[in-house]
């Protein structure tokens, strides 16, 4: 047994060290619980509604007794007060869902969106991604709904950022549904709102926004006629400089605009005739193996690598890629500002469909786009190189003919 102090029924301090394992009574219902080198305060007490419950008060390393004590004494007046009495266990647990509700009415939209965005960018694939989520929240949604409490969102607020844009500019309208609930629902599993997530699609806004399928345009990128390619093809060999390099070396491998500027030569086989854009690099985040032509590999070789850059396409500055607006120019220069860089995969794809035999997997696989159709993915699960290394050669050859009169043929480069 411990020793006791002059207070019958109290631990006398200099033992609360020595005690052995097991509960030991200071009184007034509160025990330290010892169990090996542990020692815990403890509050013993009968609920108001009858059952016999523990509460803990800290470690003795933390809590002296007097401390104890004193807290005790004022559970103890909470359970036995005579017009109200109250389990200090639940009072604990509301005093915590208040504080929650507190925290979470404090947090607004804006600062729940910043927070979310800090811990997703990392995972993005560059940081203009990051840019364009800040832009359209910052245009569309923090003006209506930015610093209201991220609790109070509900369907009404996120329809008011919507629906003024929601037919007339829908691709950015769903982009911003997508990005709100995404939001909405990190904040909800953060405890900062409950309930349904009121910007989700189906099931709940489709029954009340027109589907994107029914108000969407679709804008195509501009593209030239197949017809008039080679002929296009032969004035832009006649230009020089990097940015019509690039613009054929981008229609002869149908790759999207961003690929080619962003090229380093640690992603070209020359040998192998094999250009190998890593997965980060790509819309689709998969890495894409592009079978190079006799005539895109003779650009390369013919550009050479610029001291202190590591891409094949350096802009202004050796060590950033070419500029975006590079191949534009390059258009434009040539008098054909109807046009865009990333239109040419559209001609690429008129001329496979409607001019050759090549297989529409192979065809869509050059293209790096995702097949829907999950038979088709299977059986293209390889890269199909060969295949697709003859139907590049082909386009090739075909942007290296002039045609006349829709039927004639005339070569303009016989090494291509």
Known sequence: ???????????????????????????????????????????????????????????????PLARARTEAAKLRAEVRDPFSPTDPQERRKQDRVATRLDRARRMTFKSCAATYIDSQKHGWKSPKHTAQWESTLATYVYPLIGDLPIAEVDTALVIKCLDPIWT??????????????????????????????????????????????????????????????GTFIQLLCQREGIGARALEFAILTAARSGEVRGATWSEIDLSGAVWTIPAERMKAGKEHRVPLSPRAVEILKGMGKVAGS????????????????????????????????????????????????????????????????????????????????????????????????????IAIRGAA
């Open 1 to 63: 047994m411990a020793k006791r102090d002059h207070q019958p029924g109290k631990l006398a301090p200099v033992v609360l060290r020595k005690l052995s394992d097991g509960w030991h009574a200071d009184g007034g219902n509160l025990y330290l619980f010892v169990r090996g080198t542990g020692r815990t305060w403890v509050f013993r007490y009968t609920a108001p509604d009858g059952r016999r419950r523990n509460m803990g008060l800290g470690s003795l390393d933390t809590i």
């Open 310 to 409: 590591k891409f094949v396409f350096p802009g202004a500055k050796p060590d950033r890629p070419m500029s975006d607006m590079t191949l534009t120019s390059v258009l434009r220069r040539m008098d054909r500002g109807d046009l865009t860089a990333h239109g040419f995969r559209s001609t690429f794809r008129d001329w496979a469909g409607e001019t050759t035999n090549f297989a529409r997997e192979v065809v869509e696989h050059a293209l790096a786009h995702q097949l829907k159709d999950k038979a088709e993915a299977a059986y293209a699960r390889g890269s199909l190189l060969q295949k697709r290394r003859r139907l590049m050669d082909s386009w090739a050859d075909y942007c290296a003919t002039v045609r006349g009169d829709g039927v004639s043929v």
């Open 168 to 229: 007339t500019r829908n691709e950015t309208a769903s982009r911003i549904r997508g990005r709100v609930e995404s939001i909405l629902d990190w904040a909800r599993t953060s405890g900062f709102r409950t309930g349904e997530n009121p910007a989700r699609w189906k099931g709940h806004l489709e029954n009340i926004l027109a589907a994107p399928s029914k108000v969407q345009v679709v804008k195509h990128h501009a593209a030239l006629p197949i017809g008039e390619v």
